[in-house]
């Protein structure tokens, strides 16, 4: 799930962004292809991404399930969180989410989900997907402020909040520069503030280029981080895992790919390597019904045709020229 790269994707709507679409290239080449040549991506829902605005509202989880209209399903939450703990309490040297795995005996149907499903669509559609909603409030939360070590203690201000950093690429035009939403903490100690920031991942794998650019960002409008530059983790969005930033690239290498990727992107061809490797990628794209159609199991033959043939004539129409980038990035130097 990258709803954070599809959020900056669908605000920078009509002028395609150098470092979105690099972004976007290393989730998948065809879904950086249609963002430069202006395809508005449609909305993906992530049902911990939603747990976590839910949780920065300062609600609780009772009554955002309220709201939602999902009161009948509180006893059965409860009722799972106990099984989970109780688990939890007996195998401790299972390592992470041991509710994920086949020693938890408990119930994963729900029993009261009948009659719900619009209000069960506000939060992926399924039973299953409101338990991970309550395990980012009951669980996920707790597990990775353990695994960051956040300072603990009853006089220290933990402040939950999604941050908006500035990426920027060395090098690039400041025009370029794009708002990207970011989670984390904002602790006080005294007089001391840490920025702790966690980027979502799954199987604790680290995507080289957004860990380095928000790594590499600013708060939005110069303000600064407070103190010294904050702390990144990836947050596992499944075992609760926190790991601190480690990379297996210089940042700057890393960095210096994004004027490349975006004129890959821009030039092509460009492969659904995201489909490639494992089409359940695709689930969580933005451009899923451009490339399969409104309700399509399989990748359109004419969505392929565009992203492997497209021809130099009809890419200049659809994606004009820029200059302005960098000054080794000419339009003359693009390959037919």
Known sequence: MYRDIFEAARQTKGKPNPIVAALLYSFCPSAAHWYVRNVQPEEVFDVVWQALEDYATGKSMVECLEGYGLAALIPDVKRYIEQVILLRSRHTSVGAAPELTILFKGDRAGQSVYGLQNQLNNLGGSWKSVLSYVRVWAFLMRDWKTEMKLPPGNKIIRDFKKFVVSLSVPGVHSSSRVHFPVWGWDVTVGKVRSIYLGLLVSGQRQDALRFALVYNSDLVDDKGWPGQRPYLYSLDRDMGSANPIN?????????????????????????PLALLRDSDTCLSCGYKKVCYGEKGSILMSAAVDQLVRENKRERNLLIGYRRDLHPSFEAGNEQS
Not at 247 to 268: F, N, P, T
């Open 247 to 271: 990379l297996s690239i210089e940042h700057g290498d890393a960095l210096g790919m994004v004027v490349k990727l975006y004129e890959g992107a821009r030039v092509g061809p460009n492969f």
